[in-house]
């Protein structure tokens, strides 16, 4: 039986993100860098301290090269091909844009989260280390939050230079600024602190974590990013169904 045409095109998305030996080194690494989660939380009393801190960008391993991989494939393969034109070629395929649009977020976005969260969750449960889901939603809400941005971006300039540049820059600022503002914003007591939890939660659950007090608006950043990111996955899907190549 012939697979389907839109199954074909989806295979032939995925085929040019995940050409051997990608999978086969990014899998691996995912799972076996989790250690971190062990060596963190090996802290005697400060657990959850250190629980947190194997969950925050940079520090681990597994998320870094999650966002790494979702990064090269929105910038150097999908938006290279708008920067060239070449996504015409896709475009001319008997499938609706919207279903070319779902297909490569899937590849591009989606199928790294998901190859985070199943080594994750395997790590979890064979190290039998209590970490909180809470920890992993925050990740999966910032995770998409800051992707979509990047995708937007990618889709309003036709440039790889000038989408790598901006997206660095607007990311760097909202989690690095964005975290400094949360700490002074804790210390001052500020009433503008829960602008924050939206850009960089983890200085937040460190708080938390260290003085053993609950932020009570930390939910609500979480929830506004949620909210704002898809809003910007909407957008971006408007953009795609309207580019012009």
């Keep these: 039986m012939m697979p389907s045409r839109s199954f074909q095109i989806f295979r032939l998305i995925f085929k040019e993100r995940y ?15 989790n250690v971190f989660i062990s060596a963190f939380y090996a802290r005697g009393v400060f657990n959850y301290y250190g629980l947190v801190l194997a969950f925050v960008p940079l520090i681990s391993v597994s998320e870094t090269l999650t966002f790494a991989l979702a990064l090269r494939n929105i910038i150097f393969v999908t938006g290279d091909h708008i920067y060239r034109g070449s996504i015409i070629s896709f475009m001319m395929m008997a499938i609706k844009r919207i279903s070319l649009f779902f297909f490569t977020y899937f590849c591009d976005v989606i199928l790294p989260y998901l190859f985070w ?5 395997l ?39 000038i989408v790598t540049l901006l997206s660095g820059t607007i990311i760097g600022i909202l989690f690095i600024f964005g975290g400094i503002a949360g700490y002074y914003g804790i210390i001052m007591n500020s009433s503008l ?14 708080y938390e974590a260290v003085s053993e007090k ?24 408007l953009k795609f169904k309207r580019i012009e190549v």
């Design 19 to 33: 050409r051997q030996p990608t999978l086969e080194l990014v899998i691996p690494t995912m799972l076996v860098s």
């Design 117 to 121: 969260l199943f080594t994750t969750e």
């Design 123 to 161: 790590y979890i449960f064979l190290s039998n280390i209590p970490v909180p889901q809470y920890l992993v939603l925050i990740y999966t809400v910032g995770y998409f939050f800051t992707e979509n941005i990047v995708l937007l971006i990618a889709l309003s300039f036709r440039s790889g230079g």
């Design 193 to 206: 602190t829960p602008i924050a939890t939206i850009s960089n939660p983890y200085v937040f659950l460190i």
């Design 214 to 237: 609950r932020v009570p608006y930390l939910n609500v950043g979480i929830y506004t990013e949620a909210v704002i990111s898809l809003i910007l996955f909407a957008i971006s899907a």
